[in-house]
């Protein structure tokens, strides 16, 4: 196999016969920083997870899987061209979106109602695409009508129609077993044959937001199942680390590594409703 490319917490490598197979490693990052130490089986979780929601969005939208890997971290794909849009759906108004709401009153162009807090339920769901950005800088909030311009017109309304379709399926679905989903972040790309496929990985706690729903309490920042309890971990002052420094941040320490475990291993149990084998 041949390495094709190496990202933050994946790796992609191509076969002779020109499928590809995706690896997740155990790695975490958050703030566009690779953090140390690695979660144990959090790749080998996410994978599974990924595996388990494509299977529940086949009616949805068409997936690259062609298999399963030969272990729990690996999946066999077919490649493709990947859509130049990041595509995010948002039923909850928190992070990025909440700190967009506060300045104009709007999220990627789409105008909201006033008295909106952290963890507000939006009226539906809302397509709020951005910028993908080259390894090491931001995505930037982008409107629909950027979109268009960048894609056309047809292939900007696909985006939008198939991201809120696998946001509002997911959400269902979770909701059912507990878990919100706030938000989510879905990868699109053409096949060989130009139609728009689901790629990468799908509804995990590194690609979205899940809350357990009994917690869940509009106007402050939600307990979660994702990797926000880093997040929060380190602009914490128990990190001592300064976002805007420069510096990369510190070592996790061993009780953020285990609760963080916790947290991905909880949400798959809840979500596929078996205990995970590794």
């Known amino acids: 196999m041949k390495l094709v490319h190496s990202g933050k917490v994946r790796d992609l490598y191509e076969t002779e016969d ?20 690695d979660i144990p089986e959090k790749g080998a979780i996410l994978t599974q997870m990924s595996l388990w929601w494509f299977d529940q969005l086949k009616d949805v939208v ?17 490649p493709l061209r990947m859509v130049p849009v990041e595509c995010v759906a948002r039923g909850y108004l928190t992070g990025g979106g909440l700190s967009e709401y506060r300045r104009d009153g709007m999220v990627s162009g789409v105008p909201l109602p006033d008295g909106l807090e952290d963890g507000s339920r939006l009226p539906e769901p809302i397509f709020t695409p951005s910028t993908k950005a080259p390894v090491g800088e931001h995505d930037e909030p982008i409107s629909y009508e950027q979109v268009v311009a960048e894609v056309g017109a047809e292939t900007a309304e696909a985006l939008r129609r198939i991201t809120l379709a696998v ?47 009994d917690e869940w309490r509009p106007g402050r920042s939600q307990p979660s199942f994702d990797k926000q309890f880093v ?35 909880e949400a798959y149990e809840r979500l596929t409703g078996a205990p995970f084998s590794g």
């Open 18 to 37: 020109g499928l590809l197979i995706m690896v997740a490693s155990d790695r975490i990052s958050a703030f566009d920083y690779v953090l140390q130490p």
């Open 62 to 78: 068409p997936d690259h899987v062609v298999a399963r890997g030969d272990d729990a971290h690996s999946v066999v794909c077919r």
């Open 167 to 213: 946001y509002t399926r997911g959400a269902e679905i979770a909701r059912e077993r507990g878990i919100i989903v706030a938000d989510t972040k879905i990868e699109l790309g053409w096949d060989a044959n130009g139609v728009l496929t689901l790629g990468d990985e799908v509804l995990t706690p590194d690609s979205s937001r899940f809350w357990p729903a």
């Open 231 to 265: 997040r929060d971990w380190l602009l914490s002052p128990e990190s001592g680390w300064d976002k805007d420094s420069g510096n990369p941040p510190p070592p996790l320490p061993d009780h953020v590594v285990e609760q963080t475990r916790q947290r991905y291993l």
